[in-house]
C-alpha cells in the first residue's frame, strides 16, 4: 500500500508485510488508527475505555443534556471495522448510565426507547470522517448527531404523547419548549467529540505493545 499521494514507481522498496500478511505502510500506520491493523486485545480494552467514559460522562454531566455519548459514537467508528460493535459501545453506556439516572431508561415506551438508542447510535456511521479528517470530521459528526438527536426525540415525543397538539402549531410549540436543553448539547457533543478524537492521535502507540505481544 503505496503513501498517499505518492506513486507506487516512486517507492524505493516494495511494500513490506505484517503478521497478517497484508501489506503495511509504516508511516500511514503512524498517523492514523487504521482498526483493520489494530490487535484484538487493544480493541477490546477501548470498547470498554469508551463505554466507561459514556457512562461516568453522562453521569457527571454538569448541565442537562451535555454528554459524550455522540463523542465515542463518532470514535467507536472510527476504531471499529464492525458496525455492530461499534454501535454497541454508546447503546451500552446509555442502557448502564441508564440505571443511575430518574426513570431507569424507560422513556415512557419501547418506541420512544428505540428512536433515542437509535440518535445516539448512529453517529458510528461517521466514523470513517473522524479517522480520515480527525478534527473537522469530528466537528461536523458531532454538530450533525447533536441536531439528529434534537429533531427525531422531540419529534417522537410531539407524535407519542399528548403533550401538544397533532397539528403543525403544536409541532413548532414543541421544538420551541425543547430549545433550553438543546442550548448546551452542541457544545458539550463537539467538546467531547474534539478531546475523544484528538485522543486517537495516540492509539498507535498505546497498541504497540499488545501488537508486540501478539506477534510473540
Known sequence: MSI?????????????????????????????????????????????????????????????????????????GALFTNRLVAASVPAVALALSN?????G???????????????????VLLGSLVRRHRGWGAL??????????????????????????????GLVECYLAALPFYRWAPVGDVAWSLALSAALVAVPALARPFRSAEVA
Open 4 to 76: 498517499p499521494g505518492q506513486s507506487p514507481e516512486s517507492n524505493s522498496q516494495a511494500p513490506r508485510s505484517g503478521p497478517s500478511g497484508r501489506p503495511c505502510d509504516v508511516a500511514s500506520s503512524q498517523r492514523d488508527p487504521d482498526p483493520r491493523g489494530l490487535p484484538i486485545a487493544f480493541l477490546c480494552l477501548a470498547w470498554g475505555v469508551l463505554v466507561g467514559i459514556g457512562v461516568l460522562g453522562r453521569l457527571w454531566q454538569p448541565v442537562y443534556g451535555v454528554s459524550p455519548l455522540i463523542g465515542i459514537g463518532l470514535c467507536a
Open 105 to 123: 431508561g424507560l422513556y415512557g415506551s419501547w418506541t420512544m426507547a428505540a428512536i433515542i438508542y437509535a440518535a445516539f447510535t448512529w453517529p
Open 99 to 103: 440505571f443511575a439516572l430518574p426513570g
Open 140 to 169: 461536523g459528526g458531532a454538530l450533525a448527531g447533536s441536531l439528529v438527536f434534537f429533531l427525531t426525540t422531540n419529534l417522537a415525543h410531539w407524535w407519542l404523547t399528548n403533550d401538544y397538539a397533532h397539528t403543525a402549531g
